[in-house]
């Protein structure tokens, strides 16, 4: 098997040793859990925003898949918006546990890194030979993962479907307010 679709199939269950890791080393302050909890935030609502344009299709587990080229809303500005959220809630959740700083956070971003990395290739890939010269273009003027301000020009007239978006970000809203919580608890209670 592909490491790659080894690392798509399991992407919602590989972090979990570093986010254990985090937990039980946790020693946050006051600033460091309100900076975190904000950058965790932002990239929960960039995850929400995304959601909102390509539906729940992004919580597949199986094969690398899509029916459409999504071009709108957050995907005018980052080819991988959901992925971006991820990142920010990683990276902000390292800074409000404050756990081994700063090496927590510089591991969390190299196992990001070639986690995603692997995966952004694999659906590139699928994407590339799904939707051809239409992906090519969208590829070549928009960012993988830093957004840029001007949008995509060809991108479609797509509306938002929040209420959807909140029912499939369900289980992403659960685990933000619990690891939340067990933070808190691990440092007022446990401190």
């Known amino acids: ?43 929960e609502l ?28 957050p995907f005018a500005h980052v080819r991988n918006p959901l992925y971006l959220g991820n ?4 990276c902000g959740f390292c800074i409000a546990a404050w756990a081994w ?3 927590m956070l510089l591991l969390a971003i190299g196992l990001f890194a070639f986690q995603y990395g692997l995966i ?6 699928f994407l590339q030979e799904k939707f051809g010269e239409a992906y ?16 995509y020009p060809f991108h479609q007239n797509r509306k938002p479907d929040l209420k959807k978006a909140l029912r499939s970000e369900r289980s992403t809203f659960i685990s933000f307010g619990l690891v ?9 209670v446990l401190g």
């Open 136 to 151: 090519q273009k969208y590829y070549q003027q928009v960012p993988r993962l830093i957004p840029r301000c001007r949008s």
């Open 1 to 43: 098997m592909d490491i790659r679709q080894f690392l798509f199939r399991h992407r919602s269950y590989t972090p979990v040793p570093l986010l254990i890791a985090i937990l039980v080393l946790a020693n946050p302050t006051w600033i460091s859990f309100a900076v975190g909890i904000a950058i965790a935030l932002t990239g």
């Open 46 to 73: 960039l995850r929400l925003w995304g959601v909102s344009y390509a539906g729940s299709a992004t919580r597949t587990t199986g094969e690398v898949g899509g029916d459409e080229l999504i071009t709108s809303g």
């Open 120 to 125: 952004i290739s694999l659906e590139e890939d």
């Open 87 to 90: 990142f920010l809630l990683t």
């Open 180 to 188: 939340t919580l067990v933070i808190l608890l691990r440092w007022q």
């Open 101 to 103: 700083m700063p090496w």
